[in-house]
């Protein structure tokens, strides 16, 4: 069943967006390096469906996600590429992996010790990882890999079919560290080369790695938060090794505004209080949409122009403070670019002392999405 949209808060995403991003980073890649697009967390809050189509037309091979329920909802959209799951899934889910031909993530005898009683409708593939110092999950010694290595050896219906880790400051000025990582990881794969008698795909390059270090990189990279337009950190924006467009915007409408005296207090606590004649307007969208209330403070656009957020934001609308009368009806932009003015995700993202690749997260499934360029 379609739903109609009847919400004057949306969120556009810019499809064609995606695709440029995609674009830029496969001319930096060597040809015999490939993309994984990573569309976990619905695709960032993009939209995990609508992003892995482009990203597939755009030149990725390869999906990738956190939950095997995330690659399941992909399945049932009709999407066939190569899904990899981060996440460990439970020995009693490798059969549903296995049916719908998903790659997961290995790291634990005793995970494929379950596996191996188990009867499958097929082999199940599946990545190692390697944990050379982001200290998350993954193998970290020779002895360890060795193990899993023989355990696999002696399975007959898992399949080893690559390997990956994952850096903890490819996006940092200083790269000590991230060179620690690399050389863990080379110690790493010479084990895996003497003992493995078959080809394995390593992907290493999360989107900072593969944005700085594009010659560096392996079979594959994993392009997560930069497909959608954002730079790893600020160490990378200001490097501008690559040019990227963002695809998710913020928009909303005016929905009431009225002229209020001195004296007279907005929203809850009463944190704001004229001290002159001030025009408010009301917009629909609060924290139940994770508009949440620390955002309190910030500015939107109306007619291009920066309108501060004032009194505390409730859980379905917040009042701005205009600079003049409004019709009902005028648009408002929250995220994104009006005229000449832009807000731009690493502004909310300062704010709220956090990282970019939240923002659109914790915008959540009250607020539609709207794709443009599909």
């Not at 066939?80 to 460990?88: H, K, T």
């Not at 609060?286 to 957020?309: A, C, F, S």
């Not at 409730?314 to 701005?320: E, F």
Request: proline share 4%; hydrophobic share 40%.
């Amino acid at each position: 069943m379609k739903h109609n949209i009847y919400r004057e808060t949306w969120a556009e995403i810019d499809l064609d967006a995606i695709g440029y991003n995609l674009e830029q980073i496969k001319q930096k890649l060597p040809q015999h390096c490939n993309i994984i697009a990573v569309v976990k967390a619905n695709g960032y809050g993009h939209g995990a469906v609508q992003i892995a189509r482009k990203a597939l037309q755009s030149g990725a091979v390869a999906l990738a996600v956190a939950l095997l329920e995330e690659a399941l909802i992909l399945r049932e959209a009709g999407i066939v590429a190569p899904i990899l799951v981060f996440g460990r899934i439970s020995p009693e889910a490798a059969a549903v992996a296995a049916e719908q031909d998903i790659t997961v993530s290995l790291y634990q005898s005793e995970w494929i010790q379950e596996v191996n009683h188990q009867t499958l409708p097929q082999d199940l593939k599946v990545h190692l990882v390697l944990d050379t110092g982001m200290a998350r999950v993954g193998l970290r010694t020779v002895e360890e890999l060795t193990e899993l290595l023989d355990k696999l050896k002696q399975s007959s219906n898992v399949k080893l079919t690559g390997i990956f880790t994952h850096f903890a400051t490819a996006d940092e000025a200083d790269l000590t560290y991230f060179r620690k990582q690399q050389s863990r990881l080379e110690q790493l794969l010479e084990v895996l080369h003497s003992q493995w008698p078959e080809p394995v795909a390593v992907h290493t390059g999360n989107s900072a790695a593969s944005i700085r270090f594009p010659k560096e990189m392996q079979h594959y990279i994993r392009f997560g938060v930069s497909m959608y337009g954002l730079y790893p950190s600020k160490v990378v924006k200001a490097e501008q090794a690559i040019s990227l467009k963002p695809a998710f915007s913020l928009h909303s409408k005016l929905i009431h505004t009225k002229q209020i005296d001195p004296g007279y207090s907005v929203s809850y606590g009463a944190t704001f209080t004229a001290e002159q004649q001030e025009w408010i307007g009301t917009i629909p969208i609060g924290y139940g949409d994770g508009w949440i209330r620390k955002i309190q403070g910030l500015e939107v656009l109306v007619d291009g122009k920066r309108m501060p957020i004032v009194g505390r934001i409730c859980m379905d609308m917040m009042m701005v403070r205009l600079d003049q009368e409004y019709p009902v009806g005028t648009k408002v932009t929250l995220i994104g670019k009006q005229k000449d003015a832009v807000i731009e995700i690493d502004d909310l993202a300062d704010h709220l002392d956090t990282i970019n690749y939240e923002i659109p997260c914790m915008i959540n499934g009250r607020v539609p999405r709207v794709y443009k360029g599909e």
